[in-house]
T-cell receptor, first 113, second 114 residues
Framework: DQQVKQNSPSLSVQEGRISILNCDYT??????FLWYKKYPAEGPTFLIS?????DKNEDGRFTVFLNKSAKHLSLHIVPSQPGDSAVYFC????????????FGKGTRLSVIA | KAGVTQTPRYLIKTRGQQVTLSCSPI?????VSWYQQTPGQGLQFLFE???????NKGNFPGRFSGRQFSNSRSEMNVSTLELGDSALYLC?????????????FGPGTRLTVL
């Protein structure tokens, strides 16, 4: 049973345009969500997070939106740059602080110059 | 501050052998988690250690085990290796006292089982 789903395995976007990566979750106990970026031959690096008490969090070109009622979050990258080409993982955890992060399977973003 | 380090970076083993992977967390971090990444499966949680105690365990067979030492360094062991164990094994550390407990990952150990 996959609790965090990233239904798009890959996404191609033109440089300068917006990239939108989507993530759905099923566990209503999740209340903290994170996005990680992973380049080949490297470990994932933390990108941005959002708590369930917010519906939006912004950090430079990266914005994460959370729709709790739909159990859906999205990561927007504006403008997209070739260096953003990587695999993006969505992750979630519940509010107990005692359970591990649950990751989606990732979306491979390709930004085309 | 040095990041999470994992050794070795690459490993080739044959079926039936066992392997031990090592992880040194960021200085001051006492929580270490291990994940297995295979193509198309994302990051599958193996286990988490905090202060030498296993706090959580994922849904993996008993061939997968781990431990944490008093200096927070952690090792994971896989016995009786199978072809399906070929994967990237990632270690992550966190302080557990930062909001959201963001985890910081090492570069991983690429294990190939022949």
């Amino acid at each position: 049973d996959q609790q965090v789903k990233q239904n798009s395995p890959s996404l191609s976007v033109q440089e300068g345009r917006i990239s939108i990566l989507n993530c759905d979750y099923t566990n209503s106990m999740f209340d903290y969500f994170l996005w990680y970026k992973k380049y080949p031959a490297e470990g994932p690096t933390f990108l941005i997070s959002i708590s369930s008490i917010k519906d939006k969090n912004e950090d430079g070109r990266f914005t994460v939106f959370l729709n709790k009622s739909a159990k859906h979050l999205s990561l927007h990258i504006v403008p997209s740059q070739p260096g953003d080409s990587a695999v993006y993982f969505c992750a979630a955890r519940d509010d107990s602080g005692n359970t591990p992060l649950v990751f989606g399977k990732g979306t491979r973003l390709s930004v085309i110059a | 501050k040095a990041g999470v380090t994992q050794t070795p970076r690459y490993l080739i083993k044959t079926r039936g052998q066992q392997v031990t992977l090592s992880c040194s967390p960021i200085s001051g971090h006492r929580s270490v988690s291990w994940y297995q990444q295979t193509p198309g499966q994302g990051l599958q949680f193996l286990f988490e250690y905090f202060s030498e105690t296993q706090r959580n365990k994922g849904n993996f067979p008993g061939r997968f085990s781990g431990r944490q030492f008093s200096n927070s360094r952690s090792e994971m062991n896989v016995s009786t290796l199978e072809l399906g164990d070929s994967a990237l094994y990632l270690c992550a550390s966190s302080s557990l006292f930062r909001q959201g407990n963001e985890q910081f990952f090492g570069p991983g150990t690429r294990l190939t089982v022949l």
